[in-house]
């Protein structure tokens, strides 16, 4: 039959099992929303990048079809000017052929800056394609993974929780609280051995007399200095030598 202070060394060593566990899922949970918001916001991005590009091509496009109907005028109106006769008509002609010549040219000088500005648009949505299907892969093969583990995790946690109620219900009730007690107050150690006669918990000396009560593991004993459980072991006494 186990003492109480060795159950209580086994319920300790569940808890810790299980803090770590339940650490482990909330990492895990962290994690894979991490990675979906990463993709998320990528995705948001590319939508951005999209917009802009298809700003800037019905710019390209209307520059284009402005320009071609400005060239197809001066075309049509040079035709003409070889026709014309008079003097007057033939100075009107030519204006306005000086007019559509200024007017081609402006709309040319800004379409060279449009269809730079596509190609810019267009190498960055590339870019944020590119690092978005590398997001999108990331997440798919890692939350895959993670979900595996979280699905394993919680099965072991919800089994170790069963075990330790079981456990739990073997200690004497105020006996148990305070180990709670301890356990939270103390960062989730609250039964330390003793080895050599010095608390593995704060690494004071336990006076001899309380050394030789902690032996005989009848009763539970506390550290003079740090308040938690002490618990010895032959075994653990032997190795530390
Ligand atoms: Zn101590």
Known sequence: ???????????????????TKTRAVAEGEGRVAALEEAVRGQTAA?????????????????????????????????M????????????????????????TGTLETELV???????????KVQGIDAE???????????????????????TEIERERATRSQLAQTIDDDLRRKYEMILSRRGGLAVVEVRSGICQGCRMRVPPQLFNQIQRNEEVILCPSCQRMLFWRAEGEEASG
Not at 118 to 123: N, R, Y
């Open 1 to 19: 039959m186990a003492t109480q202070i060795e159950v209580l060394a086994t319920l300790q060593l569940m808890d810790q099992s299980l803090y």
């Open 46 to 78: 590319a939508g951005t990048a999209r917009g802009e590009l298809a700003v800037l091509s019905a710019r390209q496009r209307d520059l284009e079809g402005r320009l071609a109907a400005a060239e197809a005028k001066m075309k049509d109106r040079r």
């Open 80 to 103: 003409r000017i070889t026709r014309i006769r008079n003097d007057k008509d033939l100075g009107v002609a030519k204006r306005e052929v000086e007019l559509l010549k200024e007017e």
């Open 113 to 123: 800056l449009v269809m730079e500005q596509v190609e810019g648009a267009t190498t």
């Open 132 to 154: 978005l299907a590398r997001l999108t892969e990331e997440h798919e093969r890692e939350a895959s993974e993670l979900r595996d583990t979280l699905a394993r995790l919680s």
